[in-house]
């Protein structure tokens, strides 16, 4: 299988949102932060041990020719002055060896704690704010996207922290040091060669590895579009399984995989014209020098040290050159998955508090909707000016043909959409005035599929309530008529349901659900079609239990099977946005309207399916 995808698109991976500099820019808050002393002191003492480790580092090509000299017979500079022989600087030159890496391993300790707080708060940010995102945003994404995006962004900014501050930084830093040394020991010539080397060097790697980048984008979406199918194809199992369909899934996964292949097998062969071109460059460059240095030491005026210390400060600034494509390529690919990242972190919250919102206050929950107005799209409204005044304690049930707008009322009472025209208040105080926390927290919705976590069925159930005892949670169970069951599962309350609650029956699943939303103990009800995908006998059952639970309680049910809503206060008959009937059953059956068609057409099917 192929790495997992982002589902991101060009879009999404930072194209035309903002260059590279102003994603660094995002990122450098994170790294020197307001009023916090103790990661700008880290920061600073990062920097003084990667300086001290580069010095140290650009010592020992010197220390290396002091020693050749010294055995050749020529006593250096250093060993007068320091009184050390061959050996004496040979361990000079071990120690100073040992001192570049312990003062580079230093600075990674120092600054470790620096670069992981700045992930853990992007990654805290990015996902919180997904959350805060609109149910519109999140249904025309996927998930596993939305994830990936995350993930490749934190990445992009771990690897941002290390390489362009601990590679691209020193290594320029060693390559000025180097080439001041050169121009000053030997010469301005060496220096001119070793310059021009490193920019022709450096202009080759970056021109290739933009065309690599390239490749590597196109790499990316067929790896998203693998894995998309992938995911997929393993989420819906069962609807594979009943098509008959593996072979079908199989096909498409593997087309999805022969197109990554074709754009993997470019970006590998890139690579390998990216890596002869560097040889060719550095080694060019290096022969050179070596040329110049070896003419010296024929003429008398450099030693076989100089010779041998050319030679070491080329390989030294060789050894860090040779990643640069590499580092230059990861920079870019980081950038641009960072750019997702804050693409993402810069999509507008569709549904907000209002300035200085007031919590919502319940006294008895009574819901009214005064000529609502609502459109996913402006082009085709959904609700046309819906009316109803649920009274407290009041249940109210919501019929109509599919399309009609039904589960849209459910969604706009939760505030996961804000209405087009009119206005829904609670308790006389219109939704738009008080805060999201406050109305989620006071209204409670049984949906027809309930999706459970892949987790216990006790953290299932307590996740209607933050901090919920177990006392709670089987006394919520109890209410819900699943306890007995649960009891009887080999690992009772502590049993794993599995990913979406697959191990538990449809029945089961909705049970839990109810006394999930049970312990939650809302003053509001929402049933969302929530026996509708259920067979008669264990619909009927919950039915029992859902009654049980809309004591006390102002409801609002979304209904398919009418005569699951028979006893409702009030049914309203929605139709294209429209409410073109309402009252109790007795009522609209004696009006002989629409309900009583849909009535007696749901009771001849039932006669039917008993007879049957």
Not at 5 to 20: I, K, M, P, R, V
Not at 398 to 416: A, D, E, H, M, Y
Not at 441 to 446: A, S
Request: with cysteine; glycine share 10%.
């Amino acid at each position: 299988m192929s790495r997992p995808s982002n589902g991101a698109t060009s879009a999404d991976q930072g194209e035309g949102h903002g260059n590279g500099w102003q994603t660094i820019k995002r990122v450098a808050p994170y790294l020197w932060p307001m009023g916090e002393l103790w990661v700008k002191r880290r920061v600073v003492a990062a920097m003084v041990f990667l300086v001290l480790a580069k010095v140290i580092s650009v010592s020992m090509p010197f220390m290396y020719k002091q020693a050749v000299d010294s055995l050749t017979g020529k006593t250096p500079d250093a060993a007068t002055m320091l009184g050390l022989g061959a050996v004496g600087l040979t361990i000079a030159y071990g120690l100073a060896r040992f001192g570049s890496v312990a003062f580079g391993e230093l600075r990674d300790i120092v600054f470790v704690k620096v670069g992981q707080r700045a992930l853990r708060k992007l990654a805290l940010e990015t996902f919180t704010h997904i959350h805060k995102l609109s149910l519109r945003y999140h249904i025309t994404r996927k998930t596993g996207g939305l994830s990936r995006i995350i993930e490749r962004g934190v990445k992009g900014v771990d690897f941002l922290l290390r390489f362009l501050l601990f590679s691209i930084g020193p290594l320029i830093l060693e390559l000025s040091m180097v080439s001041i040394i050169f121009a000053v020991y030997f010469g301005w010539q060496y220096m001119a060669v070793v310059v021009i080397t490193i920019a022709i060097y450096v202009t080759y790697t970056f021109k290739v590895t933009e065309w690599r980048v390239k490749l590597r984008r196109q790499m990316n979406d067929q790896d998203t579009d693998a894995n998309q199918k992938a995911i997929d194809s393993l989420l819906n199992f069962e609807t594979v399984k009943y098509f008959n369909a593996e072979a079908r899934e199989a096909g498409r996964y593997d087309g999805a995989m022969a197109a990554y292949e074709t754009a993997a097998v470019k970006t590998g062969q890139s690579l390998s014209v990216l890596n002869m071109g560097q040889s060719f460059v550095i080694t060019t460059g290096l022969v050179l020098v070596m040329v110049m240095s070896a003419f010296g030491v024929q003429a008398g005026k450099l030693t076989v040290g100089d010779f041998v210390m050319v030679n070491a400060y080329m390989v030294q600034i060789t050894m860090p050159l040779n990643f640069l494509g590499t580092v230059y390529r990861e920079i870019r690919q980081a950038l641009v998955d960072m750019a997702a990242m804050f693409h993402l972190l810069g999509q507008p919250e569709e549904v907000t508090d209002k300035p200085g919102a007031a919590a919502l206050r319940v006294s008895g929950g009574e819901v009214v909707f005064d000529r609502v107005e609502f459109a996913y799209d402006p082009s085709r409204p959904i609700l046309k000016g819906v009316s109803f005044d649920l009274k407290p304690g009041q249940r109210y049930a919501i019929v109509g043909p599919s399309g009609s707008g039904k589960s849209t009322i459910g969604r706009l009472l939760f505030r996961f959409y804000d209405i087009t025209g009119g206005v829904i208040r609670i308790d006389g105080q219109d939704i738009r005035d008080v805060t999201q926390t406050s109305l989620h927290g006071l209204i409670g919705v049984v949906p027809q599929d309930t999706v459970l976590f892949n987790d216990t069925v006790f953290y299932n159930i307590a996740y209607g309530k933050d901090g919920a005892t177990r006392a709670e949670v089987e006394a919520a169970a109890k209410a819900a008529k699943i306890h007995d069951f649960i009891v009887s599962l080999p690992d009772g309350y502590d049993t794993t349901v599995g990913e979406r609650g697959l191990k538990l029956s449809g029945g089961e699943k909705q049970r839990v659900g109810i006394a999930r939303t049970l312990l939650k103990n809302p003053p509001i009800l929402v049933l969302d079609e929530a026996t509708s995908a259920l067979d008669t006998q264990t619909e009927q059952s919950i039915q029992d239990s859902l009654r049980e639970m809309g004591q006390g309680r102002s409801v609002i049910t979304i209904a398919h099977r009418l005569s699951t809503i028979a006893d409702a206060d009030c049914i309203l008959v929605l139709e294209a946005g429209v409410v073109t009937e309402r009252g109790t059953h007795e009522e609209l059956l004696a009006r002989d309207g629409r309900y009583a068609a849909m009535w007696a057409r749901q009771s001849a099917d039932e006669e039917e399916q008993q007879a049957a």
